[in-house]
């Protein structure tokens, strides 16, 4: 429901609901849905200009994402998507919870759908998804190479790290040493 200038201004004490500013605000449509929220000119040229991001000006987003107004809500959750590379924004949209339809409106805008495509899934040999962090059990003897030394198969291994760019390996350590394990020989 789209609501007018004056009541959004009620609605948000006379505060840009994204940063927190007091001056030359407006309200903004956030399609596809008939709702708006009410923006600083500062939010506004970065939300309308991409290119021209800031991305210290957006960790106000920290507060604006717990909104109870869906449409700050939806519109934190694109600008932090927008920021991911900065690497602060991932670990807040880790905290954020959207439902599903407000899930589907926030990608209607295109932000954060492209990467849920072609993202990268680390899974062991059993199909299980693997997460940084994990534990996991090696299922097969491993020659360590370099190190002259074999992983034994049972051997856990505790906090493991994913390789961002290959989703057949795993990093993580046994016995002291830092290794490259295929995740084809581990479980979860």
């Known amino acids: ?5 004056q009541e959004l201004l009620t609605r948000s004490n006379s505060t840009c609901e994204l940063c927190g500013a007091k001056e030359d605000l407006q309200a903004i449509s956030v399609e596809p849905k008939e709702d708006n929220l009410i923006a600083c000119s ?7 200009n991409p290119e021209s991001m800031d991305a210290n000006h957006w960790r106000c987003l920290n507060d604006a994402m717990w909104s109870e107004h869906q449409a700050v809500k939806i519109m ?3 600008l932090l998507n927008r920021l991911k590379a900065e690497g602060w924004p991932r670990d807040l949209l880790d905290m954020m919870y959207l439902e599903e339809d407000e899930q589907e409106w926030a990608k209607a805008s295109g932000d954060g759908v492209e990467e849920d495509e072609n993202k990268i ?17 090696l299922i097969k003897d491993l020659n360590v190479k370099g190190a002259n030394f074999t992983a034994k198969r049972g051997t ?6 994913l390789v961002h760019d290959n989703p057949e390996q795993i990093e993580g350590k046994v016995d002291g040493q830092h290794i490259v394990i295929l995740t084809q020989y581990v479980k979860k």
């Open 42 to 48: 500062t939010c506004r040229t970065q939300i309308e």
């Open 76 to 78: 934190a959750w694109r």
């Open 156 to 161: 856990a291994v505790r906090n493991i790290s």
């Open 121 to 137: 899934v680390h899974k062991d040999a059993n199909g299980a998804i693997l997460n940084a962090g994990d534990s996991v059990v």
């Open 1 to 5: 429901m789209k609501l007018t200038e």
